[in-house]
């Protein structure tokens, strides 16, 4: 079974420029995550999926962050227009629509490296 | 607000001394705690989780953690460690019974000499 694949790996942009992420959750999960790693910081959480609906975005530093899932399936996540602070690793995630005995594992994707110049 | 502390940043250890890892968590409500590892160039993944039953769980490569309540707190452990186990280490904590967002430490880089 396939994991969670990002798209990209690595990503080089300038200050200002656009640049789009995209995370394919594992078959068959309602749930996908985006996170993200600052450098030598901890991993913090963006925003929830359950399906196409954004079910928790408390995470999102701004407006310049744009995150989708049409269908269901994949999800991209846009940053228009870049800034320096937004280099880091990001990561997305996927489990499954129930929870079993109160637990519910998150699959991680490898993560985009994206560095703004 | 909800939080996880690791107590340290950087481990350096030789091969078969023992392994601890601190972590606390602040996080009101029944929690389920995880310990996540990524090794050099791979993906994150689960090394081992707590979500009910007995304080004293077991991972994968003969890792432990043991949860004390009383003491929010979810310490790694493993008594002799290998070379192999040079990664990062983050420990992580989100909502019993929730397909809630998870929230980690900082992380901690163990490094071992051969």
């Known amino acids: 079974e396939a994991g969670v694949t990002q798209f990209p790996s690595h990503s080089v942009i300038e200050k200002g420029q656009t640049v789009t992420l995209r995370c394919d959750p594992i078959?068959?999960?309602?749930?996908l995550y985006w996170y993200r790693r600052v450098m030598g910081k901890e991993i913090k959480f963006l925003l929830h999926?359950?399906?196409?609906?954004?079910?928790?975005e408390s995470g999102m530093p701004n407006n310049r962050f744009l995150a989708e899932r049409t269908g269901g399936t994949y999800s991209t996540l846009k940053v228009q227009p870049a800034e320096l602070e937004d280099s880091g690793v990001y990561f997305c995630?996927?489990?499954?629509?129930?929870?079993?005995?109160?637990?519910?594992?998150?699959?991680f994707g490898p993560g985009t490296r994206l560095t703004v110049l | 607000a909800q939080s996880v502390s690791q107590h340290n940043h950087h481990v350096i250890l030789s091969e078969a001394a023992s392994l601890e890892l601190g972590c606390n968590y602040s996080?009101?409500?029944?929690?389920?705690l995880f310990w996540y590892v990524q090794y050099p160039g791979q993906h994150l993944q689960l090394l081992l989780k707590?979500?009910?039953?007995?304080?004293l769980v077991k991972g994968i490569k003969g890792f432990e953690a043991e949860f004390i309540k009383s003491k929010f707190s979810f310490n790694l452990r493993k008594p002799s460690v290998q070379w192999s186990d040079t990664a990062e280490y983050f420990c992580?904590?989100?909502?019993?019974?929730?397909?809630?967002?998870?929230?980690f430490g900082s992380g901690t880089r163990l490094s071992i000499r051969p």
């Open positions: 707590y979500f009910s039953g007995d304080p």
């Open positions: 999926f359950v399906k196409e609906s954004k079910q928790d």
């Open positions: 996080y009101g409500g029944t929690v389920n």
């Open positions: 995630a996927s489990s499954q629509a129930r929870t079993s005995g109160g637990y519910n594992e998150q699959f």
């Open positions: 078959s068959g999960h309602d749930n």
């Open positions: 992580a904590v989100n909502q019993y019974s929730s397909a809630s967002k998870i929230i």
